[in-house]
């Protein structure tokens, strides 16, 4: 039986975090990486100010160990608890 269509980045990160299968699914990987580039985008536009969503952050963090050691990241993940 066919999967449903994964439309949203909400729904491709539950589909991931569910099964190895799901983190491997083409459309899953491709809405969350494009989400993470855009969240990125935004991190690096305003270094010191841009506080991510709820939905953002888990998309972010999903991908934590991408940015492991990097100054940037863990100054978002901080701004993102202390608000």
């Given at each position: 039986q066919p999967s449903p269509a994964i439309t949203t980045v909400a729904q491709?990160?539950?589909?991931?975090?569910?099964?190895?299968?799901?983190?491997?699914?083409?459309?899953?990987i491709s809405l969350?990486?494009?989400?993470?580039?855009d969240i990125w985008k935004k991190i690096e536009a305003r270094p010191t100010s841009?506080?991510?969503?709820?939905?953002?952050?888990?998309?972010?963090?999903?991908?934590?160990?991408?940015?492991?050691?990097?100054?940037l990241a863990a100054a978002a993940r901080k701004r993102y608890w202390d608000n």
């Open positions: 491709a990160l539950e589909i991931a975090r569910d099964s190895p299968e799901g983190a491997r699914d083409p459309t899953v969350l990486e494009i989400a993470l580039t841009y506080v991510m969503t709820r939905d953002e952050f888990a998309v972010f963090n999903y991908f934590q160990g991408r940015f492991a050691g990097q100054e």
